[in-house]
T-cell receptor, first 114, second 113 residues
Framework: DTGVSQNPRHKITKRGQNVTFRCDPI?????LYWYRQTLGQGPEFLTY????????KSRLLSDRFSAERPKGSFSTLEIQRTEQGDSAMYLC????????????FGQGTRLTVV | SQQGEEDPQALSIQEGENATMNCSYK?????LQWYRQNSGRGLVHLIL???NEREKHSGRLRVTLDTSKKSSSLLITASRAADTASYFC?????????????WGLGTSLAVNP
């Protein structure tokens, strides 16, 4: 296991199209997080899973965003009817659980909406 | 929502000098973590300090935590050009069961050879 894997690394899409990103966490990690990051900013929390349960979803997420983690393994983040403001780096992280554990991040998916 | 605020926002130093970055936060925390991010890449965990700890070391890194002032500092000693990156602090709060990381805006460090 080489760490958290995100696909694709880059995605360019036209406004109004739907996109889906995938995150494969470290296999024994039960927690999975999605963040969004724009240039010059820190990561913004989007949503969080413990195993297959989605425990929290940020108010930043509109109804166009949905995330799943079937079977508590990989996760997908879908954005419907993309808008230019959705352009950002989407980061996935996983952790082994517990409060004092570090999060391991993937390389991110950079989304550009044109 | 952002909690941490790092300062300075940008720091430029010469190789061999020490770099100090500060982070302030707002709520009661369980722990505070520092991460590094190279341009266009994911974040890499550097060090975690718990709320009952005051100082922690890891290689050339030294982190302090002052819970009375709700602040932390990251010191990189004998900096190298390869240390050029953005550095973020993130906190895990004590409220509720959700232990998500809450992030600051980061300090952009440039180490000039």
């Amino acid at each position: 296991d080489t760490g958290v894997s995100q696909n694709p690394r880059h995605k360019i899409t036209k406004r109004g199209q739907n996109v889906t990103f995938r995150c494969d966490p470290i296999s024994e990690h039960n927690r999975l997080y999605w963040y969004r990051q724009t240039l010059g900013q820190g990561p913004e929390f989007l949503t969080y899973f413990q195993n297959e349960a989605q425990l929290e979803k940020s108010r930043l997420l509109s109804d166009r965003f949905s995330a799943e983690r079937p079977k508590g393994s990989f996760s997908t983040l879908e954005i419907q009817r993309t808008e230019q403001g959705d352009s950002a780096m989407y980061l996935c992280a996983s952790s082994a659980g517990g409060v004092s554990t570090e999060a391991f991040f993937g390389q991110g998916t950079r989304l550009t909406v044109v | 929502s952002q909690q941490g605020e790092e300062d300075p926002q940008a720091l430029s130093i010469q190789e061999g000098e020490n770099a100090t970055m500060n982070c302030s936060y707002k709520t009661s925390i369980n722990n505070l973590q520092w991460y590094r991010q190279n341009s266009g890449r994911g974040l890499v965990h550097l060090i975690l300090i718990r709320s009952n700890e005051r100082e922690k070391h890891s290689g050339r890194l030294r982190v302090t935590l002052d819970t009375s002032k709700k602040s932390s500092s990251l010191l990189i000693t004998a900096s190298r050009a390869a240390d050029t990156a953005s550095y973020f602090c993130a906190t895990v709060n004590n409220a509720g069961n959700n232990r998500k990381l809450i992030w600051g805006l980061g300090t952009s460090l440039a180490v000039n050879p």
